[in-house]
Nanobody, 122 residues
C-alpha cells in the first residue's frame, strides 16, 4: 500500500512559479514510478509528468515540456513538480500517483493522492 499526500498548490499570477510536493508513505514507494496528472473543470484528467524510480528517466506532456520539472527523493519518499512560466491554462487540480509501465496512461497508476488546487490568474 502507498498513501500519497500532495501539497504546495495555491494562487499565482501568470508567469509565476510553484513547487508541488507529494509525500508518500508505505514501504514500497521506491519500487514505483511516480506521476503527476491534472484535471481542469469539465475536462478529463490528463498526464503532466512522470519519473522512474531511479530518477534517471522522466516524461512530460508537450504542454509543459520545458516549463515543468519532475524530481524525486527516495530517501524522503517525496516527489516534486517544479512549475515555472505558469499560465491560466495550467489551472487545475494536480494529482500525484504511483504507477508502473507506460506512465502516460492513467490506467497504469495504482495509487492516487487527493489533489491540490493550482490557480493561475491572468
Amino acid at each position: 500500500q502507498v498513501q500519497l499526500i500532495e501539497s504546495g498548490g495555491g494562487l499565482v499570477q501568470a508567469g509565476g512559479s510553484l513547487r508541488l510536493s507529494c509525500a508518500a508513505s508505505g514501504r514500497t514507494f521506491g519500487s514505483y514510478a511516480m506521476g503527476w496528472f491534472r484535471q481542469a473543470p469539465g475536462k478529463e484528467r490528463e498526464f503532466v509528468a512522470a519519473i522512474r524510480w531511479s530518477g534517471r528517466s522522466t516524461y512530460y506532456a508537450d504542454s509543459v515540456e520545458g516549463r515543468f520539472t519532475i524530481s524525486r527523493d527516495n530517501a524522503k519518499n517525496t516527489v516534486y513538480l517544479q512549475m515555472n512560466g505558469l499560465n491560466p491554462e495550467d489551472t487545475a487540480v494536480y494529482y500525484c500517483a504511483a504507477g508502473r509501465d507506460n506512465l502516460r496512461l492513467r490506467s497504469n497508476y495504482d495509487y492516487w493522492g487527493q489533489g491540490t488546487q493550482v490557480t493561475v490568474s491572468s
